[in-house]
């Protein structure tokens, strides 16, 4: 019995170890501490931590790849409940409100308010059951330190060289070698004046080095080039008269350092205020990039004539009934549309696919950017019906507040800037659509008309112009003029609209 307990120095030390936990192999079990390796003998619930249910940044629109959190609805150890509000996520279109699909208790928030930039299927908060210890929630291990970790605290943070080596293998930019591509104008301009843009910044689209670069820094080589002329006038490296370092004279013109830009001068070269890009902003300039370059885009104008629209305005406003011109217009370009489908149509990717609902895109300027509500079927609702439904899409816009359902989809744009003064405009084609229609401002103009007896006479109009961009895969030409031509005829003769 005493010769079973007794622990020799070599033996007894190989015993504690085996109690404690420890490996007598050497490895990473074997420089565990003490608790660690208890822990991993046992594997007691209790001392692994509460096991938790993962919240994850979802997809709350179809083109969503990031969002930011805005704020937290539910703190740290609050029960939550399945469709409960968990926090505010601003997505590429607006703040939206991410609900719970699970039961528990809130127990960790990994990603504070004002996180930016959170990709998809990060991890934002963990949950726990009812009843379970909250505060003893598992957080697991390959994102505990992602959270609060910059790129470069990461590095330093992390003591294995396996991370840290591949950092210095970035190969050194080599004087004269371009790392971005050239457009062809810009090209022409380096190769005939010699110019070496290897430490040029591009500021086109995709980083190609557009003609502007290359003419900014045509212009940074005259300029400096007129500089260095100056003191050249004296060949000698000192003169016992004067001093060849001394400061130019007044009419030579100092560099400021650092740059600053002064109110009604040009401002300096390289001086600028960088504004940060918010989302909606980086996908408004993703989306105008894509029309432009993958549509080839059509155009025609035609004026129509508001008078019959504006006296029927008037007289359902005696009756305390509040509509607006642009009303109108969504009324009668979404009859257009029922009369001739074929304009009714989105590009699929391989051709175009025709809808069965008229379903209207209005656009709606906020602080954020340029928003697109979609009044859905507006061929089957009235000018008033129209009128509700703009009015609380745009507030909800102007808010922030609109879910993806009331923004997705759509056969068919309208932006009206009259209100603006615009006379005239022309833009450009929301994908997958296949037009999209630029209201200007009503203006009155002396036309000729000709009366039932046949004399002709000088009456006023009030006439707006209206601009159609067209995909000229789906809409042709004529295709287009007679889309305008029904337009037209639905704004001067509203009566069609009651068809």
């Not at 003998?41 to 209790?46: C, D, E, Q, R």
């Not at 990060?122 to 291990?141: A, F, H, R, Y």
């Not at 070269?269 to 029309?291: H, L, M, N, Q, Y």
């Amino acid at each position: 019995m005493a010769a079973s307990l007794w622990l020799n120095c070599s033996g007894g030390g190989r015993m504690i170890n085996l109690l404690l936990g420890r490996s007598l192999a050497r490895g990473a079990l074997a420089s565990r501490p003490h608790a660690a390796g208890w822990r991993f003998l046992h594997k007691t619930g209790a001392l692994l931590g509460t096991p938790a249910v993962k919240i994850l940044m979802p997809a709350l629109s179809p083109t969503m790849e990031e969002g930011n959190i805005v704020k937290w609805l539910k703190q740290e150890g609050e029960t939550v409940n399945v469709g409960d509000a968990l926090c505010e996520i601003e997505t590429d279109k607006a703040v939206v409100t991410m609900e719970s699909s699970d039961d528990g208790i809130l127990a960790k928030i990994m990603k504070e308010e004002g996180s930016k930039n959170v990709r998809l299927g990060t991890l934002i908060g963990l949950l726990v059951e009812e009843g379970e210890d909250w505060k003893q929630v598992e957080i697991p291990s390959d994102t505990a330190d992602a959270p609060s970790l910059s790129p470069a605290a990461a590095a330093a943070a992390t003591p294995s060289p396996a991370i840290v080596s591949p950092v210095p293998k970035k190969p050194e930019q080599q004087p004269g070698k371009l790392r971005f591509r050239l457009s062809p104008a810009a090209r022409n301009i380096l190769e005939t004046h010699g110019l070496d843009a290897s430490h040029s910044t591009p500021s086109g689209p995709r980083g190609i080095f557009t003609k502007e670069d290359a003419l900014k820094l045509l212009d940074q080589k005259q300029k400096g080039k007129s500089i260095e002329a100056r003191p050249v006038v004296s060949p000698l490296p000192a003169q016992p008269t004067g001093v060849p370092s001394a400061p130019p004279p007044a009419s030579m013109p100092r560099p400021a350092i650092p740059p600053f830009s002064v109110p009604g001068q040009r401002p300096s070269v390289g001086a600028f205020t960088e504004v940060p890009a918010s989302d909606v902003r980086r996908v408004i300039a993703k989306r105008v990039t894509e029309s432009k370059m993958t549509i080839p885009h059509a155009y025609a104008t035609a004026d129509c004539d508001l008078g019959a629209v504006l006296k029927l305005k008037q007289e359902l406003a005696k009756d305390n009934i509040q509509v607006s011109v642009n009303d109108f217009i969504i009324k009668a370009t979404a009859s257009a549309l029922k009369q001739m489908p074929d304009v009714n149509v989105i590009w699929d990717g391989e051709g175009p696919r025709q809808l069965q609902s008229v379903d209207i895109s209005i656009a709606v300027a906020t602080d954020q950017g340029l928003f697109t509500p979609t009044i859905k079927d507006a061929a089957t609702k009235g000018v008033q019906e129209i009128a509700a439904s703009v009015k609380v899409l745009a507030t909800k816009a102007k808010d922030g507040k609109l879910p993806p359902e009331e923004y997705q989809g759509g056969s068919f744009s309208i932006s009206d800037l009259g209100m603006f003064g615009v006379s005239s405009f022309t833009g450009f084609v929301n994908p997958p659509q296949a037009c999209f229609l630029a209201v200007g401002r009503t203006r009155l103009e002396l036309g000729i008309v000709v009366d039932e007896e046949g004399n002709e006479r000088l009456q006023q109009h009030q006439l707006m112009t209206v601009t159609l961009s067209s995909d000229g895969r789906m809409v042709d030409d004529e295709l287009a003029s007679k889309f305008l031509k029904s337009l037209k005829a639905n704004l001067e003769n509203p009566v069609r609209l009651a068809l």
